[in-house]
C-alpha cells in the first residue's frame, strides 16, 4: 500500500508552492505526475481534486504519485475564506512552479520514468513543461502526456468564447499580444492522449481537436497521438472509473 505525504514544500514564495505524494512500496516504481485546472485561478480547485483519480489509478498500477499545487492568479469575487496569502501571479508564475515541481520530485526521487497528466489548464500546464523540457531545461521527458479536457490554445479559447473566457485568461497572461502561442510540444518522441467528454459544459471538442492536428505536424519520431471519449462534466470526468480505466490502458503500455 502506497504511503502519503501531503503539503510538501517545494517553493518558499507562497504556500501554494506544495505537492501531496503517494510512495509506492516497491523499488524502482515509475511515477504519475497530475496537475489541476481551475482556470489559473480558482481557490477552491488545488492538488486534491486529482486524489480519486490517482486513488483509482494506484490500485491497479504499482507506482509512485504526486498531485501539484501552483501559484494562482487573481479571482475577482471569489467565495475563497482561506486564510492562504493573495493570489498574484500571473504567467508564468504558475509554470515556473510546475517546472520547479518537478525539479524537486526529480532531485528527491528521480523522475527517470514518469507519466504526466494535466486537467484543464492543468494540461496546458503539462504540456508547457514538456516544450520548456524540449526547449532545454534539466529534466526528462515523460513516457506519457494526457489531457484531460485540456486548453491548448489560450487565444483559441477566447476566440470561441468570448469575453465569457477573456477575463480569466487575461487574469493569467495579461493582454492578447502577451498571451502564448498554441502549443504544440514539437518535436516530442513519446505518446500523448487527449481525453474529452461530450457532457463537458465548459470546453467543446474544439481544443482537443485542433490540438490533434497540430500533434499530427509536430511529433518526434516515433511520437504518436490518440484521442478518447471520456465521460462526465467538466470536473465530474475525475472521479469517474471510465476515466481511469481509459488510463490504465496507456499507462501500462509504457
Sequence with gaps: MATVEKDIRYGKAHPLQSLDVHRSPRDGAGWIIFIHGGAWRDPKITSDVGEPLLSRLLLDLSCNAASLNYRLSPYPNSESTSALPPNTARHPDHINDVLSA??????????????????????????????????????PLPKVIMGLEGIYDIGGLVKEYGDDYRGFVEGAFGQEEEWPPALDVKGYKGLVVL????QDELLSWRQTEDMKERLQETL???GAVRVVKAKGKHDEMLKTQHLADLMVRYIRGV
Excluded at 481525453?195 to 461530450?198: C, E, I, K, L
Design 102 to 139: 518537478l525539479e524537486y520530485l526529480h532531485k528527491k526521487y528521480t523522475l527517470s520514468n514518469y507519466v504526466i497528466i494535466g486537467h484543464s489548464a492543468g494540461a496546458t500546464l503539462a504540456c508547457q513543461a514538456v516544450e520548456a523540457i524540449l526547449a532545454g531545461r534539466n529534466l
Design 220 to 222: 518526434g519520431t516515433g
Design 195 to 198: 481525453a474529452q467528454s461530450d
